[in-house]
C-alpha cells in the first residue's frame, strides 16, 4: 500500500466568502465569518479549505479579477483576519488552500494601469498587447468566455489588448519571463503564510499559440470561441513545470489545477509524479448537457451512460498516477440535485445519493458550501437580479440566437453560476442566518427546511448523512478499500443505475445508486452475502432500490 499524503485522506471544503457568513452586517460575507464556523467544519471531517479569491478586487467576476495578489480586500477583513484563520484552522488540522488567478489580473491592478499608458514603459509587456487589423478591427474575431469581442481596444496605448474573460480582466503574458517571476514570488508569499496548497484558475489559457489567428466563425456574433483557439496551446507544460520548481516543490502542500478541456486520456500529463500539479479539475462530467462549451443555449439532456463513461474515464486516467479531485458542485455550477436528477426527485435524496458517489470513489473529495446541507438550485425573476456577469454574457448571447427574451431567461435561471452563489443557509431565523444587512445576492426560500440548524436537529438529514460517509470513508472498517482500492464499473451500459466496485487485494465493496426517480430492479445476486455499510434510505432491499436510493455495501 502507498503512503498517502493528507490531503488523499481528507476532505476539501470549498467556500465562496461572499456567499458564506457576514459578520458585520454589511450583506456579504467576510473573513471573520470563515473562522466562526471552523468548528462546523471540522465536525464535518474536513482537513482543508478552498477560498476562493479574498485578495483586493473591483469585484466585475466577484474577485477572479484581482487588483492585489498579496492583500486582503477590505470587505474581507485585514490580514490580521486572514493570519488568524490560518492559525485557528491549523489548531482544528483544517489547511487553507488559496485560489491563484494567473491568467490574467483586473484592470485596476498596478501593473495593468502601468501597462496600458504607453508601449515603452517598464511593463508594457506583461499584457498581451496588438495593433489593430488595417481596417481598425480587433487582432482576430475571437469570443470571450462571458461573451463580445476577446479584444478591447485601449485609447491611451493606440493597441488592443486581450482578455480570455471579461473586458476587466486582461491577460497576462506569460512569455514574458518577469511576469512570470512576479506571479511565483505572490504564491510564495503565501507558503510562507503556512497554507495548505492553492487552487489554480483557469490554467488551460495562459499560453497562447504563437501566430493569433482567426478562427471559425461560430455564433450569430460573428465571432470565434477563444477556448478553441488557445486552450492548451503547446508548450503550457513547460511553463507549468517551472512554476511547480519555484513555487510548489519541497513543501507539504497540494496543488490543484482548473482545466477545463484538458481530457481524461491528458491527465497523466498534467498531475502525478511527472505532471505539474498534485489534482487537476476536469468538467467532463459537469459539462455533460453543454456539447459546445460554455453555451448555455445549446443545453440538451444526456444520457447516464454520458456521465458513467465521464466518471469511469478520469478514475481510470488517475489510477495508475496522480489522484483525482472528485467534485460534483463548485461556484460555477449548477446545484448537483439539480443536474443530476430527474425533476421531482426528492432534494434530500438526490443529495445523498451524491454525497455517496463523492465519498466512495478514488480521489479527495471536495464539497462546495452547501452541498452538505442539499441546498439546490434558485431563480431569479429578471434578468437584473442577476449578478453573474456571464448570466449576463449568455442571456445577450441566446438573443443574438433569435430566442425570446422569456426563453433567454428560462435558460439562465436553469444554468446561471448564481445558482451556487446564494447565500449559506445557517438557521432559520431571517436570511438564514447569513446576515443582520441585506445579502448581496438572494438567500434561497427554502431556507427554513434546508439550513444547517435544522439540519443538525434531525438524524436523517443530508448533513448527518455527509458525517457518516465521511467517517465510513476515513476511518470505517472499509477505510482502506474506499481509498486505496482500484475502481472497476459495473453495469456500463444500464441507464438507470450507476454501480462500481472499490478492490483492495482480497477485500471489495460495492456503490450503488438509483439515478431515476422510480423504484427498480436489479439483479439480487450482486449482493449476494454482502452487508450494508451505509444507505442513503437507511436498510436496503435486496435486489430493489427506490427513487434516488444510493447504497454502499461489503462485499
Ligand atoms: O473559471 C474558468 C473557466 O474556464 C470556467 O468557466 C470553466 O470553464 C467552467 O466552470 C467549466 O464548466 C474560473 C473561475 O472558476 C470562474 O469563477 C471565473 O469567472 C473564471 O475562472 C475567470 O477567472
Known sequence: MDTLKWWQQTAVYQIYPRSFQDTTGSGEGDIPGVTRHLDYL????????????????????????????????????????????????????????????????????????????????????????????????????????FGGPAWTWCEERQQYYL?????????????????????????????DKGVGGFRIDAIVYIKKPAVLADGPVDGADGLSSIHKMIANTPGILDFLHEFRRN???????????????????????????????????????????????????RAETWPLTKLKKALSDSQQATAANGWYPIFFENHDQIRCVNRYFPEGTDKQKAAK??????????????????????????????????????????YQLALDEGFAPAEALRLVQAHSRDNARTPMQWTTAPQAGFTTGTPWLPVHDDYPQCCAEGEEADADSVLQYYRRIQAERFNGEAAAILQQGRYEELLADDERIYAFKRILDDQATLTLVNFTNETIEYDASLTDGATVLLGSYGAPEAGRLRPAEAVVYRL
Open 42 to 145: 471540522r465536525k464535518l471531517g474536513v482537513g482543508a479549505i478552498w477560498l476562493t479569491p479574498v485578495y483586493p478586487s473591483p469585484m466585475v467576476d466577484n474577485g477572479y479579477d484581482i487588483s492585489d495578489y498579496t492583500a486582503i480586500d477590505p470587505r474581507y477583513g485585514t490580514m490580521a483576519d486572514m493570519d488568524t484563520l490560518i492559525a485557528e484552522g491549523k489548531k482544528r488540522d483544517i489547511r487553507i488552500v488559496m485560489d491563484l488567478v494567473y491568467n490574467h489580473t483586473s484592470d485596476r491592478h498596478a501593473w495593468f494601469q502601468e501597462s496600458k499608458r504607453s508601449r515603452t514603459n517598464d511593463k508594457a509587456d506583461w499584457y498581451i498587447w496588438r495593433d489593430a487589423k488595417e481596417d481598425g478591427s480587433a487582432p482576430t474575431n475571437w469570443r470571450s468566455i
Open 163 to 191: 482578455h480570455t474573460f471579461a473586458v476587466e480582466q486582461p491577460d497576462l503574458n506569460w512569455e514574458n519571463p518577469a511576469v512570470r517571476q512576479a506571479l511565483y514570488d505572490a504564491a510564495n508569499f503565501w507558503i
Open 247 to 297: 513555487v510548489f516543490d519541497g513543501h507539504d502542500i497540494f496543488t490543484v489545477a482548473e482545466a477545463n478541456g484538458v481530457t481524461p486520456a491528458d491527465l497523466p500529463r498534467w498531475v502525478g509524479k511527472d505532471g505539474a500539479f498534485s489534482m487537476l479539475f476536469e468538467f467532463s462530467h459537469t459539462n455533460l448537457e453543454f456539447p459546445d462549451d460554455e453555451v448555455w443555449y
Open 353 to 394: 445519493a451524491m454525497a455517496t458517489i463523492l465519498f466512495t470513489l478514488r480521489g479527495t473529495p471536495f464539497i462546495y458550501e452547501g452541498q452538505e446541507l442539499g441546498m439546490a438550485n434558485t431563480a431569479f425573476a429578471r434578468i437584473e437580479d442577476y449578478n453573474d456577469i456571464s448570466t449576463h454574457g449568455q
